[in-house]
């Protein structure tokens, strides 16, 4: 059964333009919240997170936006570069244990 | 480069085959995981160690065979696999399996295995 969901598998965004990347899960007792981000022949690497106790985490031109009530959160990137096409995925887990459930991943391709 | 290093990145192999996937980590981690990844699903969690010690095994086939030798090495070995288990296979660590609730873990580059 699968508790995390990325229902776009890809996105098409024109460089400079926002890009929003979206999220949805099952498990009310998720509190804590990660994006990777996948080159083509790389592994994940970590991107960012967010806690279930705020709403809004910022980190340069990628912030996090978490909707508890609606269980739902989204990625956003602004301005998109072209370095910025990848495969992203969301990851979830709860306090209770360690273990990451990850969405399948959507696909940005950002156009010059 | 995230500290993590897997080996070999590409693996073909028939289904009599024996071969080992191996992972290596430079990070000072306790924790090292073994994870599939099919094509446009999500990562699957297969094999977790903490302190060497194996700490979850979710419910793999035992055509897989973890080893973890010390918390820097951990290696997976296959045997008899089937054209399904074709996928990409990573390796991550974090610190530890600690109830932290901001634990990250940190991946490797992947084995992309096809098995014919």
């Known amino acids: 059964d699968q508790q995390v969901k990325q229902n776009s598998p890809s996105l098409s965004v024109q460089e400079g333009r926002i890009s929003i990347l979206n999220c949805d899960y099952t498990n009310s007792m998720f509190d804590y919240f990660l994006w990777y981000k996948k080159y083509p022949a790389e592994g994940p690497t970590f991107l960012i997170s967010i806690s279930s106790i705020k709403d809004k985490n910022e980190d340069g031109r990628f912030t996090v936006f978490l909707n508890k009530s609606a269980k739902h959160l989204s990625l956003h990137i602004v301005p998109s570069q072209p370095g910025d096409s990848a495969v992203y995925f969301c990851?979830?887990?709860?306090?209770?244990?360690?273990?990451?459930?990850f969405g399948a991943g959507t696909t940005v391709t950002v156009r010059a | 480069e995230t500290g993590v290093t897997q080996t070999p990145r590409h693996l073909v192999m028939g289904m009599t085959n024996k071969k080992s996937l191996k992972c290596e980590q430079h990070?000072?981690?306790?924790?090292m995981y073994w994870y599939k990844q099919s094509a446009k699903k999500p990562l699957e969690l297969m094999f977790v160690y903490n302190f060497k010690e194996q700490t979850e095994n979710n419910s793999v086939p035992s055509r897989f065979s973890p080893e973890c030798p010390n918390s820097s090495h951990l290696f997976l070995h296959l045997h008899t696999l089937q054209p399904e288990d074709s996928a990409l296979y990573l390796c991550?660590?974090?610190?530890?399996?600690?109830?932290?609730?901001?634990?990250?873990?940190?991946f490797g580059p992947g084995t992309r295995l096809l098995v014919l």
């Open positions: 991550a660590s974090s610190q530890g399996t600690g109830l932290a609730a901001q634990e990250t873990q940190y």
């Open positions: 990851a979830a887990k709860d306090l209770n244990d360690y273990k990451l459930s």
């Open positions: 990070l000072g981690h306790n924790a």
